[in-house]
């Protein structure tokens, strides 16, 4: 079983080397809310219209807030790191939706900091904890057999509601009366009396084991597809907590707006042209990215498991991601404004 062969777990032999590549991923996540700055510094408000230089530039600045999450992760897969910078690693590719989480947490009891300040403190903080709690060096595959079945079993059945929520965004290519029409019928079932609070339990049951199963394999290295994973699924843990956040608490509870269409798409500014909304645009993007490519990650698992062949599941998987990869696009493109018709 090739694919489950595990890297050899380097750090012990460290020693007391200073690890230089540790602390980077926080260094990366405090960067994130200035390539934004940056980003919205170049684009300006709708009443402006941007240079073609400008344009180049914010999109330039767009890729490299897309890289931060993705430089986290591809830190968080190497051998010689220790546990406490491996977890630091996977939490700094949570950068973009822990982003927007901070934003409505400090919305909601009205702080009077600056989101990046907060937000920078929080990271010398993290890094800090990474580095000096104890944070032992575990097997390489830690006992989660029962957990992982249970948080697949729920997965499988909380797919049905994320396919008909991202297929109802998809809607929004043709324009927002489509989607308004297909969530009105989705909310018959998905926001009932007995479906929300079981859509909402089960979500909560799949963050708690999904961050326990996260926790045990990060405290030893994995190979590429296994990072993959904790990585995308440590991702969704907190975009979901953070998104029912904002959708329960925020808009119903706190602004008492309805969650819809101008709701999702930060009307009326829009995603593009807003200082506070640009940081929705990486959010939304990664959390459907993260959410069917971490479905593959996995189907990639089951079917091995189940003795398909490494190589067949491997290329399986690749082109799970390619598709996560292009309906994240097409959402994001729609929430945008683009309409095919
Ligand atoms: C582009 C990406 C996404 C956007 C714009 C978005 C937007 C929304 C909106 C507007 C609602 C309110 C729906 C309503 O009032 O009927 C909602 C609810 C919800 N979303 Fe998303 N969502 C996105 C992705 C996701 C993903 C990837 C997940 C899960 C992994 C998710 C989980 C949920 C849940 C659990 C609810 C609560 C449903 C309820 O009202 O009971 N969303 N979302």
């Given at each position: 079983m090739?694919?489950?062969?595990?890297?050899?777990?380097?750090?012990?032999?460290?020693?007391?080397r200073?690890?230089?590549?540790?602390?980077?991923?926080?260094?990366?996540?405090?960067?994130?809310?200035?390539?934004?700055?940056?980003?919205?510094?170049?684009?300006?408000?709708?009443?402006?219209?941007?240079?073609?230089?400008?344009?180049?530039?914010?999109?330039?600045?767009?890729?490299?807030?897309?890289?931060?999450?993705?430089?986290?992760?591809?830190?968080?897969?190497?051998?010689?790191?220790?546990?406490?910078?491996?977890?630091?690693?996977?939490?700094?590719?949570?950068?973009?939706?822990?982003?927007?989480?901070?934003?409505?947490?400090?919305?909601?009891?009205?702080?009077?900091?600056?989101?990046?300040?907060?937000?920078?403190?929080?990271?010398?903080?993290?890094?800090?904890?990474?580095?000096?709690?104890?944070?032992?060096?575990?097997?390489?595959?830690?006992?989660?057999?029962?957990?992982?079945?249970?948080?697949?079993?729920?997965?499988?059945?909380?797919?049905?509601?994320?396919?008909?929520?991202?297929?109802?965004?998809?809607?929004?290519?043709?324009?927002?009366?489509?989607?308004?029409?297909?969530?009105?019928?989705?909310?018959?079932?998905?926001?009932?009396?007995?479906?929300?609070?079981?859509?909402?339990?089960?979500?909560?049951?799949?963050?708690?084991?999904?961050?326990?199963?996260?926790?045990?394999?990060?405290?030893?290295?994995?190979?590429?597809?296994?990072?993959?994973q904790?990585?995308?699924g440590?991702?969704?843990?907190?975009?979901?907590?953070?998104?029912?956040?904002?959708?329960?608490?925020?808009?119903?509870?706190?602004?008492?707006?309805?969650?819809?269409?101008?709701?999702?798409?930060?009307?009326?500014?829009?995603?593009?042209?807003?200082?506070?909304?640009?940081?929705?645009?990486?959010?939304?993007?990664?959390?459907?990215?993260?959410?069917?490519?971490?479905?593959?990650?996995?189907?990639?698992?089951?079917?091995?498991?189940?003795?398909?062949?490494?190589?067949?599941?491997?290329?399986?998987?690749?082109?799970?991601?390619a598709?996560?990869?292009?309906?994240?696009a097409?959402?994001?493109?729609?929430m945008?404004?683009?309409?095919v018709?």
């Open positions: 090739a694919a489950f062969t595990q890297p050899r777990d380097r750090s012990a032999t460290i020693g007391l200073f690890d230089y590549l540790a602390p980077a991923p926080a260094g990366a996540a405090i960067c994130y809310p200035f390539l934004l700055r940056a980003f919205h510094a170049m684009v300006g408000t709708q009443a402006a219209t941007p240079s073609p230089l400008a344009i180049v530039a914010a999109t330039l600045i767009l890729i490299v807030a897309f890289f931060v999450p993705f430089f986290a992760i591809a830190l968080a897969g190497r051998p010689d790191a220790n546990p406490g910078a491996r977890r630091l690693a996977y939490a700094a590719g949570t950068t973009p939706t822990l982003f927007v989480l901070l934003g409505v947490v400090q919305a909601l009891i009205h702080s009077p900091l600056p989101d990046e300040l907060v937000w920078s403190v929080l990271w010398l903080v993290i890094a800090i904890w990474s580095q000096t709690a104890g944070h032992p060096a575990a097997t390489m595959r830690p006992t989660v057999g029962r957990w992982r079945i249970v948080h697949g079993m729920t997965a499988a059945l909380l797919s049905l509601f994320v396919t008909f929520h991202l297929a109802n965004h998809l809607f929004g290519l043709i324009g927002p009366e489509p989607h308004a029409a297909v969530m009105k019928i989705g909310r018959v079932v998905y926001r009932s009396g007995v479906g929300e609070p079981l859509l909402v339990a089960a979500m909560l049951f799949q963050i708690g084991t999904g961050l326990f199963l996260a926790w045990r394999w990060s405290a030893a290295p994995q190979r590429f597809h296994r990072t993959f904790v990585a995308s440590a991702y969704l843990s907190l975009y979901i907590l953070g998104h029912m956040n904002s959708v329960f608490i925020y808009a119903r509870t706190f602004l008492g707006i309805p969650t819809d269409w101008n709701f999702a798409i930060g009307a009326p500014t829009g995603l593009i042209h807003d200082a506070w909304n640009i940081r929705l645009l990486p959010h939304y993007a990664l959390g459907v990215f993260f959410v069917l490519s971490h479905l593959a990650s996995g189907l990639r698992v089951v079917l091995i498991a189940h003795g398909v062949n490494g190589g067949a599941a491997n290329r399986l998987w690749g082109a799970g991601v598709a996560s990869a292009v309906i994240s097409a959402i994001i493109v729609g945008c404004g683009v309409q018709r």
